[in-house]
């Protein structure tokens, strides 16, 4: 079975401009969360989605936005991109069976650099 | 007060020997944790999940919560020098699927 997989795996952007990043699940799961890794803040939760709808957020601004689609891939979507938004932006998925003892698996990540 | 805790580190082993990692966290009702492993430059790598209070063995690897305490553990048996990387602890505090806290990481270094 394929795993998480994230793209672009690399991107450079310079301040104020706006990013997109995507993540697919594995296969068949509905749960796909959203990190943001950073030397000085180590990893932080962003979002959480599970069939569309953001179930879960973390205390970032709302620069920082993303979306589920049907078929459950995901994307992120930072906005005025700010120099301290270089980051490692990772995305992990879950299947989320009944019972709520569930794992989430991480994807490579995407590396952004604002410059 | 951070949510999770952990001792950054760096803790240094001999090949054999057992590494003890430790973490403490701030939620009572949390009811999942984790211990992933990252190496550099790649993502975290799930090593055990634990739900009840007590112990969980898989391999070398044991892991101890102790929900009263707030107190979650990971022990490594048999320390390798392939096991030197940093060790993440997390706490899923999301009353309905994920909010995952991760502490900041104990970087271990098993020496040959």
């Known amino acids: 079975k394929a795993g998480v997989t994230q793209t672009p795996r690399y991107l450079i952007k310079t301040r104020g401009q706006q990013v997109t990043l995507s993540c697919s699940p594995i296969?068949?799961?509905?749960?796909v969360s959203w990190y943001q890794q950073t030397p000085g803040q180590g990893l932080q939760f962003l979002f959480e989605?599970?069939?569309?709808?953001?179930?879960n957020k973390g205390n970032f601004p709302g620069r920082f936005s993303g979306r589920q689609f049907s078929n459950s891939r995901s994307e992120m979507n930072v906005s005025t991109l700010e120099l301290g938004d270089s980051a490692l932006y990772l995305c992990?998925?879950?299947?989320?069976?009944?019972?709520?003892?569930?794992?989430?698996?991480f994807g490579p990540g995407t590396r952004l650099l604002v410059l | 007060q951070k949510e999770v805790e952990q001792n950054s580190g760096p803790l240094s082993v001999p090949e054999g020997a057992i590494a003890s990692l430790n973490c403490t966290y701030s939620d009572r009702v949390s009811q999942s944790f984790f211990w992933y492993r990252q190496y550099s430059g790649k993502s975290p790598e799930l090593i055990m999940s634990i739900y009840s209070n007590g112990d969980k063995e898989d391999g070398r690897f044991t892991a101890q919560l102790n929900k009263a305490s707030q107190y979650v553990s990971l022990l490594i048996r048999d320390s390798q020098p392939s096991d030197s990387a940093t060790y993440l602890c997390?706490?899923?505090?999301?009353?309905?699927?994920?909010?995952?806290?991760f502490g900041a990481g104990t970087r271990l270094f098993v020496k040959a």
């Open positions: 992990a998925s879950s299947l989320m069976r009944a019972g709520g003892q569930e794992t989430q698996y």
């Open positions: 296969s068949g799961h509905r749960s």
């Open positions: 989605y599970f069939s569309e709808t953001q179930r």
């Open positions: 997390a706490v899923n505090m999301g009353t309905g699927g994920f909010k995952t806290i």
